[in-house]
Antibody, heavy 122, light 106 residues
Framework: QLQLQESGPGLVKPSETLSLTCTVSGGSISSSSYYWGWIRQPPGKGLEWVGTIYYSGSTYYNPSLKSRVTISVDTSKNQFSLKLSSVTAADTAVYYC??????????????WGRGTLVTVSS | DIQMTQSPSTLSASVGDRVTITCRASQSISSWLAWYQQKPGKAPKLLIYKASSLESGVPSRFSGSGSGTEFTLTISSLQPDDFATYYCQQYNSYPEFGQGTKVEIK
């Protein structure tokens, strides 16, 4: 069945750019039935939606992060990626990639990756 | 922005108890609400979507209700596997999550 797996550096320095990739296996990222998203969770805290992308490249970002976030898709590799610039300690979190089935204008998340912890520290 | 507020923040209960968690939206979200279960160190798991639709494979002891601004997640008979944190999430606009409700052993 379809699985998602996050990958990327676990440690990023303040002011630098956080870069993560989500690899989709067991299915095609180019399916018209799905959107693909990033959600993060600071240690001991709640969930925050970061952004969502469609295989065509259409992107949607959390307004509170929009100036620093870029999400892209590589259909040839069955991957989508997150870049978050100018990071601070407040960006330390477990970052999850997730799938949303196309049913409504906006998204809930029906399949999640295991998550990867990114720590921002010098 | 739509704010999502869950209550209580923590709930102590025993196996077999009926448990209810409430989620309130700061404005109407129709039925565009999902519920998730998260266990320590694990990713959230979808339980309910569109306020009351049970995700495939989720036990029938979980149920959701509500519309507009007030929603509930009910566990009819709490099982040992159900001790976890539960989050609501609206998708009437860009996704927003509630702050979570931890269900702990009494």
């Amino acid at each position: 069945q379809l699985q998602l797996q996050e990958s990327g550096p676990g440690l990023v320095k303040p002011s630098e750019t956080l870069s993560l990739t989500c690899t989709v296996s067991g299915g095609s990222i180019s399916s018209s039935s799905y959107y693909w998203g990033w959600i993060r969770q600071p240690p001991g805290k709640g969930l925050e939606w970061v952004g969502t992308i469609y295989y065509s490249g259409s992107t949607y970002y959390n307004p509170s992060l929009k100036s620093r976030v870029t999400i892209s898709v590589d259909t040839s590799k069955n991957q989508f990626s997150l870049k978050l610039s100018s990071v601070t300690a407040a960006d330390t979190a477990v970052y999850y990639c997730a799938r949303s089935t196309v049913t409504t204008r906006y998204w809930y998340f029906d399949l999640w990756g295991r998550g990867t912890l990114v720590t921002v520290s010098s | 922005d739509i704010q999502m507020t869950q209550s209580p923040s923590t709930l102590s209960a025993s196996v077999g108890d009926r448990v209810t968690i409430t989620c309130r939206a700061s404005q109407s979200i129709s039925s565009w609400l999902a519920w998730y279960q998260q266990k320590p160190g694990k990713a959230p798991k979808l339980l309910i979507y569109k306020a009351s639709s049970l995700e495939s494979g989720v036990p029938s002891r979980f149920s959701g209700s509500g519309s507009g601004t007030e929603f509930t997640l009910t566990i009819s008979s709490l099982q040992p596997d159900d001790f976890a944190t539960y989050y609501c999430q609206q998708y009437n606009s860009y996704p927003e999550f509630g702050q979570g409700t931890k269900v702990e052993i009494k």
